[in-house]
C-alpha cells in the first residue's frame, strides 16, 4: 500500500533535518579543533538557508512529479555511512595537518603518477590519498555528505528530470548515456533507480574510485566502467544520447575544461542531451559566493577561483552546445544544453 503525501513528506523533512543537524554540529566541533573562524553576513546565512529550502521543495516537487521515483528520496545508504564515520573522524587530524603544512601532494607510495595529469595529482579536500587508493573512495561519498550538510544525494539527482523530459520528448530506441566523472558511482545509482531501461557508461580518471563503483552497481544489469581521462574519451563519435557529469569542472584548469566540453560535443550524437552540475558560480551565486570562495581557500580547490569567474553556460556555446537552462540548485546549478541537430563532430 503507497505511503500517503503527506506522510511521505514529513518522513522526508525528518530525515533531511536530522542531516542538517549533526553535521552542523559536526562542522562546529572541526571549526573549533581546527581554530578555523568564519564570520558570513546574516544575508549570506540567509540566502544559504533559503537556497536549502528550495532545494527540499524542488526534491519533493520533481518526486510528486514523476521525475524520478519516489523512492530516491528515501535512497541515502545510512547504515552504510555509520558504520564509515568513525573512520572519517579519525582521519580529520591528517587532514588538518596537511592542510596546515600546506602539503598538497602528500600522495600514496607506489602510484605510478606520471599516469595522471598534473591536475589531479594533489590532495583536494585535503583528503588522504587525494583520489589515488580505494580508502579514499569508500570515505568520499560520507565526506561530501558532511560537507553539504547531507544534501549530495539531492543534488546529484537534479541532472535526472532534464533526462526524464528528454526520454519522454525523443524516446530513442535503447538510449545511451555517459556519467563523465562518474567516481564512486552514487550518480548513475540514482539515474538507474530512474531509468532502468538506459543503457548506462561511466568515464572517471581514478581507477580507485572505478572499483568502488562497480562495487556499488553490481546489481544494474547494464552498465560499463572505465577508468580513463574525459580529455580523451575511449568513445565512437555521436555514441551517446545523453550525458552527465556531476562536480567535475572546478576541479580542472580552464584548458582541461575546455578539452572536455570538446570531447563531450564529440560523443554526444546531434540533438543528444547534455546535463552539468556542478558548483554555483559568480554570475549565479549572489550572497552564497562568500561561501564558495571560503570553499576555494578551505579545501585546496586551485582550479576553483578561474572557476568561479568561468560561465558554464558561456563557455559551453564556445564548445558547439546550445544551453537550454542554468538554475541555482542550493550551492550548485544545472546546466542544460543540447548539441544542434545539424552538428557534426
Known amino acids: 500500500m503507497p505511503i500517503a503525501r503527506p506522510v511521505q513528506r514529513a518522513a522526508y523533512r525528518a530525515q533531511q533535518t536530522t542531516w542538517l543537524v549533526n553535521c552542523l554540529a559536526a562542522h562546529q566541533l572541526l571549526r573549533t579543533v581546527s581554530g578555523t573562524k568564519i564570520q558570513p553576513s546574516s544575508r549570506a546565512v540567509a540566502e544559504v538557508r533559503q537556497r536549502y529550502a528550495d532545494l527540499i521543495g524542488r526534491d519533493l516537487s520533481n518526486a510528486e512529479q514523476g521525475l524520478y521515483p519516489r523512492k530516491l528520496l528515501f535512497q541515502m545508504p545510512v547504515a552504510g555511512y555509520v558504520r564509515r564515520f568513525p573512520r572519517l573522524v579519525r582521519d580529520f587530524p591528517r587532514a588538518i595537518r596537511r592542510s596546515r603544512r600546506g602539503d598538497y601532494k602528500d600522495l600514496p607510495q607506489g602510484v605510478d603518477l606520471a599516469g595522471y595529469p598534473a591536475y589531479f595529482r594533489r ?3 585535503w583528503q588522504t590519498d587525494g ?7 569508500e570515505l568520499y561519498d560520507i565526506g561530501v555528505e558532511f ?9 546529484r539527482r537534479q541532472v535526472i528530470p532534464p533526462v526524464t523530459r528528454f526520454l519522454r520528448e525523443q524516446s530513442p530506441e535503447r538510449p545511451r ?3 563523465v566523472a562518474s567516481g564512486t558511482g552514487r550518480t548513475l545509482l540514482q539515474i538507474a533507480m530512474a531509468h532502468p531501461g538506459l543503457k548506462l557508461y561511466g568515464l572517471d580518471l581514478s581507477p580507485y574510485y572505478t572499483q568502488v563503483a ?7 544489469p547494464d552498465v560499463s566502467l572505465v577508468a580513463e581521462n574525459a580529455e580523451h574519451m575511449p568513445f565512437c563519435d555521436n555514441y551517446f544520447d545523453v550525458l552527465t557529469s556531476v562536480y567535475l569542472f572546478h576541479e580542472l584548469p580552464r584548458n582541461a575544461r575546455r578539452n572536455v566540453f570538446r570531447e563531450m560535443f564529440r560523443v554526444l550524437r546531434p540533438g543528444g542531451l547534455l546535463v552539468i552540475e556542478d558548483s554555483a558560480q559568480h554570475v549565479d551565486a549572489g550572497n552564497v559566493a562568500f561561501f564558495l570562495e571560503r570553499f576555494s581557500e578551505e579545501f585546496h580547490e586551485p582550479f576553483f577561483p578561474d572557476y568561479l569567474d568561468d560561465d558554464l553556460a558561456q563557455a559551453l556555446p564556445e564548445a558547439g ?17 543540447r548539441k544542434p541537430l545539424e552538428a557534426s563532430s
Open 147 to 155: 560537507l553539504f550538510l547531507g544534501m549530495a544525494d539531492v543534488m
Open 123 to 125: 590532495n583536494f579536500h
Open 321 to 337: 552546445f546550445e544551453v537550454q537552462a542554468a538554475d541555482p540548485c542550493f550551492v550548485a546549478k544545472v546546466v542544460v544544453a
Open 177 to 179: 548515456l555517459l556519467d
Open 131 to 137: 583520489y589515488l587508493s580505494r580508502r579514499s573512495a
Open 214 to 220: 562497480r562495487d556499488l552497481l553490481r546489481d544494474v
